[in-house]
């Protein structure tokens, strides 16, 4: 089980930037991916998961509104979308994968996820 992150890069306040997350050695059907990132000097948070069952999403409130978490199972990828972005969403983002099967919902939080990705910076300037 491998994930791939990348998209990071250095924007302005208000832009928008696309992390994509790139699973290999496994097929995301059957596992939740998460979108998890750290700021320098803070613990690593949960921004927003994509369940396998039932379509579900769940969004930090930081991220509601502004983010959007997507599959792409053609490319066994999953995406974050960020928009109107701002200082404090400056951090390095992680994806990170959970198996919990078609039926199954997992909390969307860093000790439940299994497999992780290296992360990606992303960094908003003012």
């Known amino acids: 089980v491998q994930l791939q992150a990348s998209g990071g890069g250095l924007v302005q306040a208000g832009d928008s930037r696309r992390l994509s997350c790139a699973a290999s050695g496994f097929t995301l059907d059957d596992y939740a991916i998460g979108w998890f990132r750290q700021a320098p000097g803070k613990e690593r948070e949960a921004v927003s998961c994509?369940?396998?069952?039932?379509?579900?999403?769940d969004y930090a409130d930081s991220a509601k509104g502004r983010f959007t978490i997507s599959r792409d199972k053609a490319k066994n990828t999953v995406y974050l979308q960020m928009n109107s972005l701002n200082p404090a969403d400056t951090a390095v983002y992680f994806c990170?994968?959970?198996?919990?099967?078609?039926?199954?919902?997992?909390?969307?939080?860093?000790?439940?996820?299994?497999?992780w990705g290296q992360g990606t910076l992303v960094t908003v300037s003012s």
């Open positions: 994509a369940q396998s069952a039932y379509g579900v999403k």
């Open positions: 990170a994968a959970s198996r919990t099967g078609p039926d199954t919902l997992v909390a969307c939080k860093v000790d439940e996820f299994t497999y």
